[in-house]
């Protein structure tokens, strides 16, 4: 199997990825231009249902409502400690792969930073929806991409198994979070731990 190079796993769910993409690219742009970006592509049940996936078992475990009130109150800490206006949005009923199949469509357009920047400022900057499509073919048409082909992107079978290739990405990783980052054998999750991984692979291209 061929080496793999350096990587990150983002999700447009978790306010740590993106406090880890903002990290990225305000204190480390020359590591994120130097790094794979693959989203935790997380599947709806269908996807789970296709039989050659019935290995890939994702780590998902309730979140009680201790843990929740301790993430609103860590995230308040750390917005603050990096000046950065955050809203904490409502998702009445969140399908994550709208907007990460939408990535995958976007990214094969050659768009796929400035969606991930157009979907994190929707998400925790303005607080909008980004389970719904309008919001997703919003961010198309303010990228001058034919917002259809995002709003709809979770319904395309191509981009679809684009999202499955994805799935078994995290899976092979053995991903249980974001953000989540590896270089060599080295592993590193939270956003705690970009500058150590940043570190590490400076250290490794000298």
Known sequence: MARRGPRWYFSFRSPYSWMAYRDLLDHYPDVADRI????????????L?????????????????????????DMRRLARARDLEM????????????????YLAAEGLGAGR??????????WELGEDISDPGTVRRIGRALGIDPEVLARAHED??????GLTALDSL????????????????????VDRLPAFVEQLRARVK
């Open 157 to 162: 079978p191509e981009i679809r198994e684009r």
């Open 87 to 102: 809203v904490w949005p409502v998702d009445p009923a969140p399908r994550w792969e709208v907007a990460h199949l939408a």
């Open 114 to 123: 400035a969606f991930i920047a157009e979907t994190y400022r929707a998400r």
């Open 36 to 47: 794979g970006w693959l989203p935790f592509c997380e599947p709806d049940q269908p996807a």
């Open 171 to 190: 899976h092979r990783d053995g991903v249980f979070g974001v953000p989540f980052f590896i270089t060599g054998l080295d592993k590193y999750w939270g």
């Open 49 to 73: 249902d296709e039989p050659e996936r019935g290995n890939v078992k994702l780590p998902y475990v309730p979140m009680s409502k201790e843990k929740h009130l301790y993430i609103l109150q």
